[in-house]
């Protein structure tokens, strides 16, 4: 083998993983750093002042050694440069492409490959909690499907065949969640060419129907909680204070859970990193007095500490069960408490884009229609239905003769 076969059998490796481009610029400049991989022997990367990162082969040829670049790093993974080294060593030792002895030349990689590699350059983008999620699910479903299939043979029967197993082992739910990452995974297949456009095998799948649980609390209902609340707040301040927080602003547990001082700018809370990005909650009167009534520590601080573990609550489910029960509620979520403040918002009377607004929605098209509200229009909702829910917790006396609590109590 010569430097010119050399160069060709790359070229034919990254063509074959539909990477052709890859090597259509050239590195350009002095490189700054040369390291090599301690997997696979002459796989070296090369970096450069422009901040460039280059793949490159050193291999024998012609009695000589040379160094063939395979790509640039943004364009291939390290799991595809040492792929390629490996089988261009092998075509330069027995003088024929590994890929002839096929039945057929495959263009796509199987679906393992095109699986990993997809999360090694998707998945840094994401949440944390997103990455974490989606990790679990592709390894109890998606790790091991399809297997000895490339990705351009997978059909919809077979996507259909998937579906269904995963719904008979894991349930309804996680194999919906589980379908909506295969469906992402694969319109980005079409994205970078590995599939035809439009050839989703996903598309036509039918997700299963699940059951919708929408538990809204009654005035009477939110009567009977705040006097229990009443009755606890001396014994559990920290996770009493979270639940009537939850029900006077629609926000999720973890938004007030892991609030910290700094969020709170007066009658509204800025939060940087919720659900739905960022967004900012607007505080009733009711709402600000608790704030109020809590010893206000440093803007890096959370607001409720757990006093037995020292840390944020990661969970009040204990405590809730309790109060239920106390409260004759029966099966009541802490979310619910969110479609409560909603349904209490619907029942003033307030516009469905004013309540996704007040709740922080993502949907698109429901941020289309509410942008052009203002903030003073906010504010005055938030007050209403603070004062609509206050009015039927009895909080008017609680919160002027009983706000502050002891963070030494559990």
């Known amino acids: 083998m010569n430097a010119e076969q050399a160069r060709g059998y790359v070229a034919e490796e990254l063509a074959s993983l539909s990477l052709s481009g890859a090597r259509k610029e050239s590195a350009g400049g002095r ?7 301690s997997v696979v022997p002459g796989l070296g990367v090369r970096s450069y002042a422009s901040g460039r990162v280059i793949y490159f082969a050193q291999l024998e040829a012609a009695g000589r050694t040379v160094s063939v670049t395979i790509g640039n790093a943004a364009a291939i993974t390290r799991r595809q440069a040492r792929d390629i080294t490996r089988r261009v060593k092998l075509r330069a030792l027995t003088g024929s492409n590994p890929a002839h002895t096929r039945k057929e030349v495959r263009s796509t990689p199987s679906f393992a490959r095109f699986l990993a590699d997809y999360f090694e350059r998707i998945a840094p983008a994401w949440k944390t909690k997103t990455r974490s999620t989606s990790e679990y699910y592709r390894r109890a479903h998606l790790d091991g499907a399809f297997a000895g299939q490339h990705l351009d043979e997978i059909t919809h029967a077979d996507v259909q065949k998937w579906f269904v197993g995963v719904t008979d082992r894991a349930g309804s739910g996680a194999a919906n969640r589980t379908y909506d990452i295969l469906l992402a995974a694969f319109n980005k297949a079409e994205q970078w060419g590995l599939r035809p456009e439009g050839s989703n095998p996903c598309r036509g799948i039918r997700r299963n129907r699940q059951r919708k649980f929408e538990r809204f609390l009654s005035e009477a209902e939110i009567e009977r909680l705040g006097q229990v609340l009443a009755d606890r707040e001396q014994f559990w301040p920290g996770p009493v204070t979270i639940i009537r927080l939850l029900l006077l602003t629609g926000c999720r547990y973890g938004e007030i859970a892991s609030l910290t001082w700094g969020e709170i700018k007066g009658g509204r809370i800025r939060l940087d990193d919720a659900k739905s990005g960022a967004r900012t ?3 009733g009167e009711e709402a600000q007095a608790i704030l109020r009534g809590l ?7 959370h607001v409720f500490i757990n006093p037995v573990t020292g840390r944020t609550f990661a969970s009040v489910h204990h405590y809730w069960c309790i109060i239920l029960a106390e409260a004759g509620l029966g099966s ?4 619910d408490l969110r479609h409560s403040f909603a349904s209490h918002a619907a029942a003033a009377s307030e516009t469905l884009p004013m309540i996704g607004k007040l709740l922080g929605h993502a949907r698109v098209d429901t941020t289309a229609r509410y942008a052009h509200l203002d903030d003073s229009q906010l504010l005055d909702v938030a007050e209403r239905i603070g004062e609509l829910i206050a009015d039927a917790m009895g909080e008017v006396k609680i919160l002027t003769s009983h ?4 963070r030494s109590l559990v």
């Open 332 to 335: 009541v979520r802490i979310h």
């Open 281 to 283: 909650v607007w505080l």
């Open 31 to 37: 490189a700054r750093d040369t390291c090599w991989d």
């Open 295 to 301: 010893q206000r520590g440093k803007p890096g601080e």
């Open 403 to 406: 706000t502050m609590y002891d």
